[in-house]
């Protein structure tokens, strides 16, 4: 099984920055893909970024551009550098580890975008 451990979360103005962070342990090796997902209220949980062992990533719409997806494989840590934030991006974000096997989730971290 894999664990995921995430942080960074916080309160921002809108047009500020954040980092999130996830760190994994466990069965390190069957993890294919891992990325962030968010869920707002009265939303469903959508696809935020991605990327693969092989360094191919993917993005919403609505983030390409502002958002950037990284990896330090050292650390078994995924990123999410958040730029030119918007009040929409207001969400919990939850880490997600793509595997053979039951997927891993992280607990959650809140994202506030407000004045």
């Known amino acids: 099984q894999v664990q995921l451990v995430e942080s960074g979360g916080g309160l921002v103005q809108p047009g500020g920055s954040l980092r999130l962070s996830c760190t994994a342990s466990g069965s390190i090796a069957t993890i294919y893909a891992m990325g962030w997902y968010r869920q707002a209220p009265g939303n469903q949980r959508e696809l935020v970024a991605r990327i693969t062992n092989g360094g191919l990533t993917n993005y919403a719409d609505s983030v390409k551009g502002r958002f950037t997806i990284s990896r330090d494989n050292a650390k078994n840590t995924v990123y999410l550098q958040m730029n030119s934030l918007k009040p929409e991006d207001t969400a919990v974000y939850y880490c997600?580890?793509?595997?053979?096997?039951?997927?891993?989730w992280g607990q959650g971290t809140l994202v506030t975008v407000s004045s």
């Open positions: 997600n580890a793509a595997r053979r096997g039951i997927d891993a």
